[in-house]
């Protein structure tokens, strides 16, 4: 059977399908696919199912586009026109029937060779309209495959400006088609069918320069809006608008990209116009006036303004430019304040409400006038506002000026003091640096014109002599060189001004106004001293006390002055008053003390010598004062001494210094111990001292010669309690310092010490615990302790001597303790006492101790140690061996029948005592059951000072004898413990020991019978026969053992 293609291709290329996972209907074999058909399965356009490769030739070439998009003259166009099937890329593209509009052509697609591609430049000649053509395509098949397409391609005409000609005029400075105001179109033909609506940028360029235009909104459809948006045109002129404006380009709907670019029209050639004019502009002018605006020629109350002689000085309001009515006029309204009372504008009144002006021609100036003036005011300050029409696209505009206009009132004349300052004989008024009396015309219109009658030199109704007056613009100033005339009163001298008109008001002269004041003057005397309280010098002080003030009964230092200005001020010059001592002003008087300042006078301690005191009156307004204007009297000259508070300059010897003014009781204190006694010094206060002593020691006389005071223990000797020493010094006061309170105190303490004492001695050498032993070391050199003699009181600075003391010790003083011991040697036997004296060493008021302190000790000196042994009252002491009793084995030995006779007592005598005792068999052994019958152990054998037996004698004894029989040698040794100030024996050594022996025999024993009469062999007896007779053997026992 054969096979299709289908089949065909499915059969060799189904592996190599299913290979790139390009098969989606795995399951399909091919015998079904020809059997059963392909149900199920998507299929392709070769009705293969989906996912199967297509065969690489033998389908329909056929063109897949059936539309174009349109065209416009003049502009590009390049659109691909798709197919399918066919064998491979196409061959060529051409035109079969029809043309194409002139500029374009048809090919292959460059980018895709399965496309037709028509492409160009529409020319501008070619009429709007549709073009019919038809396209055919060729593959590369063979035999090569075509298809053909007829399309319709129209064309467009090409947009244009529509808008030419003038556009509305726009004002400089004001918005151009920004709302409210409407834009200002530039139209064009663009639409679906021309060009490409809708506009896509609108480009202004406007000669000869932009004033300000702009695209605002964006381009509306076919026409671009012209406005300056918010921001005003900036500059008057005539301008041509030419614009470059760009529709949409045209989109290919099918396969995208752009067709048709977007196209540009200018209007080069037919470009309209506008006019920007000048802004809207107003101006106030004032004839001599050059700054209206700030203030216009002020007016005097209830005088004309502008009108008659001075209409010409009217100010005038007048406006330009613009976009003025259709009938030339602008509108005044007044914007803000009021027109001031009395005056009104001229041709007429204006509106106050700006929402209605008042209509005036462009060409007539608004002017204001007054026939009498209101009541004085101001500055009133108003504004006029002019405003124009404005048209469609440009805003109404305004324009305002602001002024303001002071109605003065009537001339017056003032003078810079209600009353005139007092001046003074020989004094200057109103000179450099003060204030002359300056008279001020105000109000009327100025050049003012004064007036006073000449000075005088006695009071009268005039100025006082040499006194003159000077006119300036609006004052008339008054002064004078050093008064001259007579003291006293000058009443009522009369000052009078006139004034002069402005441009627009009328002077005072016409109004025939003249202002007059009038003021009185006083002429004082010269300034002196009156009088000062304290002569010269003054009361002394004393630093920390008050001085003239602060507590009843003391008198300040016065100075008083008189005439002049008054207000008196008080200086101090040259040497300045001690701190502490202020000076008040009160009226005239200058009082000097310190009842402001409770510390009193804190100035250092001295001479003051030269202190001056001057009085100066207080300069008024116009007239200097004493010491400016050089008339100031002679300055008051004292002296004064500031003593230093009382003080204790000196106290030799210190009884407060315990090195070098020490007591100790029981001895005399200075002159009376042949020492030297205290002597207290005082200076300072005002002298006159009463020295007292409210506490001393009972055993202490004080005697008071001042400024001195000198105590010591007189006829007695120190003694303990209460040691403190205080002295008063009061002195006398002056009419100014009182005299010390609380009084001067010095306390002090003097050291009262305990006479010379043993304050310790440890160990102590006579204590039984510090016994020394011939033949050993004492203290430190045998480790142990040295007795240390520590000594306390008196004065100190102790000599410690030992004239006694055993030839075997070594003392060393190292004050206040003294050390003594066996030194480099041992003890020995001899007189053991030691004596210790100990002297101090005396101080400024106080002698040495005399005689020495003296302390008398004995040592005991214990023999060395030494054994004793006795048995049954023998002394068995020596002996080499000594040989006691001899024991049996299994026997008690000295015990019960024996104990008293049967005892072995080893006593013990020296060394460091028996408590101290210490036993141990040094050599031998003693019989096994042996043990000391107070302890009922056996004796140590371990002979150190911690391994022997603690004991003072030992008793030997045994209950019973355990040891075999046998001749025994021991040694019994005897040690002590030392004590506090003597080693132990076993560390020296120096122990004691005793040889001994004992024997110890076995029980008693039958060591034999021969014949034995138990033995009935040999022994066997017969009734009534002899036994033992000779010749025959009679048995014969021997004993041996026991004791005997």
């Known amino acids: 059977m054969s096979l299709n293609p289908v089949a065909a291709y499915l059969a060799t290329d189904l592996r190599s399908s299913q290979s790139q996972g390009k098969a989606r209907c795995a399951g399909i074999v091919v015998v079904l696919v020809l059997a059963l058909g392909l149900g199920g399965c998507a299929l392709n356009s070769f009705g293969l199912p989906g996912g199967l490769p297509v065969p690489p030739g033998g389908g329909t070439l056929s063109i897949t586009r059936t539309t174009l998009v349109n065209g416009i003259q003049g502009r590009g166009y390049t659109i691909s026109i798709t197919t399918s099937g066919g064998t491979g890329a196409l061959t060529s593209c051409s035109i079969i029937g029809g043309a194409l509009p002139t500029g374009l052509s048809v090919g292959v697609d460059p980018a895709n060779a399965s496309r037709c591609r028509i492409t160009g430049t529409i020319a501008a000649s070619v009429t709007p309209g549709g073009v019919t053509f038809t396209v055919q395509a060729a593959d590369t098949g063979t035999p090569s495959a ?87 045109l900036s500059a008057a002129g005539n301008y041509t608008v030419r614009l470059s404006v760009v529709d949409s380009p045209i989109i290919d709907p099918v396969l995208g990209g752009t067709v048709v670019p977007a196209g540009t029209v200018t209007n080069t050639l037919a470009a309209p116009t506008l006019t920007v004019r000048a802004p809207l502009a107003s101006a106030l002018a004032q004839s001599t006036n050059a700054t209206p605006n700030t203030a216009l020629l002020p007016a005097v109350e209830f005088r004309s303004y502008g009108r008659g002689a001075q209409a010409a000085g009217a100010p005038q309001f007048t406006a330009t430019g613009g976009i003025p009515s259709s009938t030339g006029n602008y509108g005044w309204c007044l914007f803000a304040g009021a027109i001031p009372a009395g005056f009104t504008t001229v041709p007429g009144p204006i509106s106050t409400d700006c929402a209605t002006p008042t209509a005036v021609a462009s060409v007539t100036p608004l002017t204001l006038e007054s026939t009498a003036a209101g009541a004085a005011s101001g500055p009133t300050a108003f504004t006029l506002r002019v405003s124009d029409s404005g048209n469609a696209a440009v805003p109404a505009g305004t324009s305002t000026q602001a002024t303001a206009l002071t109605i003065n009132s009537a001339l017056s004349i003032a003078v810079n003091f209600g009353s005139l300052p007092d001046a003074v004989v020989g004094r200057p008024y109103g000179g450099a640096g003060f204030t002359a009396v300056i008279y001020t015309a105000s109000n009327g219109l100025g050049a003012y014109t004064f007036s006073t009658p000449a000075s005088v030199a006695a009071p009268g109704a005039a100025f006082p002599t040499p006194m003159a007056c000077v006119a300036a613009a609006t004052t008339f100033t008054c002064s004078s060189a050093a008064i001259t005339a007579a003291d006293g009163t000058y009443n009522n001298i009369p000052v009078s001004v006139n004034d002069a008109g402005n441009a627009a008001v009328p002077g005072s002269a016409a109004a025939s106004v003249t202002a007059t004041i009038t003021r009185s003057l006083t002429i004082r005397k010269a300034l002196t001293f009156a009088s000062v309280n304290y002569g010269n010098p003054l009361p002394a002080a004393v630093n920390g006390r008050l001085w003239g003030g602060g507590v009843a009964g003391l008198t300040p230092l016065i100075y008083t002055a008189q005439d002049g200005l008054g207000g008196y001020s008080f200086a101090v010059s040259g040497t300045a008053f001690p701190t502490g001592i202020l000076c008040v002003t009160s009226a005239a008087t200058f009082t000097c003390d310190t009842s402001t300042t409770p510390a009193g006078v804190t100035g250092a301690p001295g001479a003051y010598n030269g202190i001056l005191v001057n009085v100066n009156d207080t300069a008024n307004a116009t007239t200097p004062d004493a010491l400016a204007s050089a008339t100031q009297p002679a300055a008051i000259s004292r002296n004064l001494t500031v003593n230093a508070e009382i003080s204790l300059t000196s106290v030799v010897p210190d009884p407060g210094n315990a090195a070098t003014s020490a007591a100790v009781i029981g001895r005399a204190y200075g002159a009376p111990g042949g020492r030297t006694s205290p002597v207290y010094t005082f200076a300072g206060g005002l002298g006159g001292y009463t020295i007292t002593t409210p506490t001393i020691p009972g055993w202490m006389a004080c005697t008071p010669t001042p400024p001195t005071l000198t105590c010591d223990s007189g006829a007695t000797t120190v003694a303990a309690g209460p040691s403190t020493i205080t002295v008063n010094v009061v002195d006398t006061a002056n009419a100014a310092t009182p005299a010390k309170s609380p009084a001067f105190a010095d306390t002090r303490t003097i050291t009262v010490n305990a006479d010379i004492s043993l304050t310790s001695v440890v160990p102590d050498p006579a204590a039984a615990t510090s016994a020394a032993v011939i033949g050993r070391q004492y203290g430190a050199p045998g480790g142990k302790t040295s007795p240390l003699y520590t000594f306390a009181g008196g004065l100190g600075g102790f000599t410690i001597t030992t004239p006694t003391k055993p030839a075997w010790m070594t003392c060393t003083a190292t004050p206040p303790t003294l050390t003594c011991d066996s030194g480099a040697t041992t003890v020995a036997a001899g007189p053991s006492t030691i004596t210790v004296n100990v002297v101090d060493t005396a101080n400024s008021t106080t002698p040495a101790n005399s005689p020495a302190f003296a302390d008398t000790r004995t040592i005991t000196v214990n023999a060395a140690l030494a054994i004793a042994l006795a048995q049954n009252s023998a002394d068995l002491t020596g002996g080499a061996p000594a040989v006691l009793a001899p024991g049996v084995t299994g026997r008690t030995y000295a015990r019960g029948a024996q104990a008293t006779t049967g005892a072995v007592n080893y006593t013990g005598t020296g060394g460091t005592g028996s408590s101290t005792y210490r036993w141990c068999i040094s050599a031998g052994a003693v019989p096994a059951g042996f043990v000391d019958r107070t302890l009922v152990v056996a004796v140590s054998t371990t002979c150190t000072l911690g391994g022997s037996t603690a004991a003072a004698s030992i008793t030997l004894e045994a209950d019973p004898v355990t040891g075999g029989a046998a001749t025994y040698n021991f040694t019994m040794q005897l040690g002590d413990g030392g004590n506090t100030t003597t080693p132990d024996s076993f560390a020296v050594p120096t122990s004691s020991s005793q040889d001994t022996r004992v024997v110890i025999n076995a029980d008693i024993s039958l060591t034999s019978v021969a014949p034995d009469p138990g033995n009935a062999a040999t022994s066997t007896g017969v009734i009534g026969r002899t036994y033992g007779k000779a010749p025959q053997s009679p048995p014969v026992y021997t004993f041996a053992g026991g004791i005997g």
């Open 146 to 232: 075509t298809a053909s397409q007829v399309f319709l391609l129209t064309v467009r005409a090409e947009f244009a400006i529509t808008t030419t000609g003038a556009m509305l005029d726009g004002v400089q400075g004001r918005t151009y088609g920004n709302a409210p105001q409407t834009p200002q179109p530039v139209n064009t033909s663009a639409s679906a069918t021309v060009g490409n609506a809708p506009l896509t940028s609108c480009t202004f360029t406007v000669t000869a320069s932009n004033p300000g235009f702009n695209l605002t909104p964006a381009p509306a459809g076919a026409a671009c809006p012209l406005s300056s948006g918010a921001t005003p």
